[in-house]
């Protein structure tokens, strides 16, 4: 599902429903991290990928166009790009232990220690919410910072708007105006 997900939003060209797909593909990202046990995970990704992002991006929304505008440009030096990185990619993972592998660096050394020192040095019987509020609070910090700020983006973006709009309606106030002065001006060189 999130394939077909993935493959609608590149495939689209309204910019609406590319928000709205990725808003989809998000909650399937969040269903998915729910089957792998990953509870917390899930929830920020609900949280930040479905909820905020997808109202950040209808907020953008409302500056642009409804519709994606066809490429001047060939596609083919991005698709290069992508295609290296891809496989830059790929051949950095192969040195990777495989998945669940016990035998892995993670799970002889980093995780044993925080499942040994997390309960007295942190006093929260729950390891994530003490991984997450303590030893890398400094990251939920930054992620906090870095989705405020992105937040208070959209909000500048749409005050601008709102102000050009203002402009707008005066620019179009004041045009009504002058052409009112030159049909009563008309009238009155008629009569």
Do not use: W
């Not at 599902?1 to 060209?13: G, H, N, P, Q």
């Not at 989809?24 to 509870?39: E, I, K, P």
């Amino acid at each position: 599902m999130l394939v077909l997900t993935a493959l609608a939003v590149v495939r689209m060209r309204s910019l609406f429903a590319i928000v709205m797909l990725s808003g989809v593909f998000s909650l399937l990202s969040a269903l998915l991290l729910v089957t792998l046990d990953a509870v917390d995970v899930a929830f920020t990704e609900a949280a930040v990928g479905a909820g905020i992002s997808t109202v950040l991006m209808l907020g953008t929304l409302a500056l642009t166009s409804r519709f994606e505008r066809a490429s001047t440009r060939s596609a083919a030096l991005p698709l290069f790009v992508v295609v290296v990185v891809g496989a830059v990619l790929i051949y950095g993972t192969l040195d990777m232990p495989n998945f669940g592998d016990p035998n892995a660096p993670a799970q002889l050394h980093v995780a044993p220690e925080y499942l040994a020192r997390s309960p007295s040095e942190i006093g929260v019987p729950n390891v994530v919410t003490a991984i997450l509020a303590s030893y890398r609070g400094f990251d939920t910090l930054g992620e906090t910072a870095v989705v405020f700020t992105a937040g208070i983006g959209v909000l500048l973006l749409l005050s601008g708007l709102r102000r050009r709009r203002r402009k707008g309606d005066n620019e179009d106030d004041s045009d009504d105006k002058d052409s009112d002065r030159k049909r009563d001006k008309n009238l009155g060189e008629s009569t």
